[in-house]
């Protein structure tokens, strides 16, 4: 799921909203353990770059590189490089959301002669930056991927003026209608953004339980849906039909690839939902 959505190398564009950046709350990762890191799978491919997998997770995997997808469900994009939306996005935390954005060169709007520019994520250091046998002693920003799981949070004010804008538009103008699955998101955005943060931290363990539909460009759900990584236990994954989420009954749940893929050709697909304005 997730957000983090949580969950998790995101989004400097949102960040021009520095007002609302500086008030953000961190929401913080579990320490990887070595123990942790032990029980991880290992790499079946050749990388250029290892980071650790999205949210919460400790397991190493490959960086996605200068121009491919990425979103906070994908991994973290390469150094140097940060994942952006499109330029012209309505709502550019769902373009990641759905992973959609693209790795790109870090664009510096620091003046000249300050500080290191300021990171809003206070995530656990990244062990893979350090060594995967090594423990982070201490919490330090991530560079790479500045707040991917308290992205999310900037949703609240994209939803205040989406709302707004709903609110003085003609009713006699139709507005494109969501499929299923983009209703479900918007239905969990929503609940999200209400939520209340009575601390620095956030209520991880609600946030957490809360599954982040993953709706394809089309707005079908993807073949294969997860859950965030919580404490560095990989999330679980489990194959659904496109149309309707509904999970497919032969497919394993699985903390892994289920290779939703192989169970594609032999699905009886139900009809889609009809779609409502």
């Given at each position: 799921?997730?957000?983090?959505?949580v969950?998790?190398s995101?989004?400097?564009?949102l960040?021009?909203?520095?007002?609302?950046?500086?008030s953000?709350?961190?929401?913080?990762?579990?320490?990887?353990?070595?123990?942790?890191?032990?029980?991880?799978?290992?790499?079946?491919?050749?990388?250029?770059e290892?980071?650790?997998?999205?949210?919460?997770?400790?397991?190493?995997?490959?960086?996605?590189?200068?121009?491919?997808?990425?979103?906070?469900?994908?991994?973290?994009?390469?150094?140097?490089?940060?994942c952006?939306?499109?330029?012209?996005?309505?709502?550019?935390?769902?373009?990641?959301?759905?992973?959609?954005?693209?790795?790109?060169?870090?664009?510096d709007?620091?003046?000249?002669?300050?500080?290191?520019?300021?990171?809003?994520?206070?995530?656990?250091?990244?062990?893979?930056?350090?060594?995967?046998?090594?423990?982070?002693?201490?919490?330090?920003?991530?560079?790479?991927?500045?707040?991917k799981?308290?992205?999310?949070?900037?949703?609240?004010?994209?939803?205040?003026?989406?709302?707004?804008?709903?609110?003085?538009?003609?009713?006699?103008?139709?507005?494109?209608?969501?499929?299923?699955?983009?209703?479900?998101l918007?239905?969990?955005?929503?609940?999200?953004?209400?939520?209340?943060?009575?601390?620095?931290?956030?209520?991880?363990e609600?946030?957490?339980?809360?599954?982040?539909?993953?709706?394809?460009?089309?707005?079908q759900?993807n073949?294969?849906?997860?859950?965030?990584?919580?404490n560095?236990?990989?999330?679980?994954?489990?194959?659904?039909?496109?149309?309707?989420?509904?999970?497919?009954?032969?497919?394993?749940?699985?903390?892994?690839?289920?290779n939703?893929?192989?169970?594609?050709?032999d699905?009886e697909?139900?009809?889609?939902?009809?779609?409502q304005?």
């Amino acid at each position: 799921m997730m957000l983090f959505y949580v969950s998790c190398s995101l989004l400097l564009a949102l960040l021009t909203f520095s007002g609302a950046a500086r008030s953000e709350m961190v929401f913080r990762c579990a320490s990887c353990t070595a123990e942790r890191q032990a029980a991880c799978p290992m790499l079946t491919e050749t990388c250029s770059e290892i980071v650790r997998e999205p949210g919460c997770g400790c397991c190493p995997v490959c960086a996605r590189q200068e121009g491919e997808l990425c979103g906070v469900y994908t991994p973290r994009c390469s150094s140097g490089l940060r994942c952006y939306p499109k330029p012209d996005s309505d709502l550019p935390l769902e373009v990641l959301i759905q992973g959609l954005g693209r790795c790109g060169r870090k664009v510096d709007n620091e003046p000249a002669g300050s500080a290191e520019p300021r990171e809003v994520s206070g995530e656990v250091q990244d062990p893979l930056d350090i060594g995967l046998t090594e423990i982070p002693p201490v919490r330090k920003p991530t560079k790479d991927s500045p707040w991917k799981e308290s992205a999310v949070l900037q949703h609240h004010q994209q939803l205040k003026s989406k709302m707004r804008y709903h609110k003085v538009e003609d009713p006699k103008v139709l507005r494109a209608k969501l499929s299923q699955c983009q209703q479900e998101l918007d239905q969990v955005l929503e609940r999200i953004s209400k939520m209340p943060f009575s601390d620095n931290r956030g209520p991880l363990e609600d946030l957490y339980s809360i599954h982040i539909p993953n709706c394809d460009k089309k707005g079908q759900y993807n073949l294969k849906q997860c859950k965030m990584s919580v404490n560095g236990h990989r999330g679980e994954c489990w194959c659904v039909n496109p149309h309707t989420g509904r999970p497919i009954p032969t497919s394993p749940l699985i903390r892994g690839d289920p290779n939703c893929n192989q169970y594609f050709d032999d699905l009886e697909m139900d009809p889609p939902v009809e779609p409502q304005n």
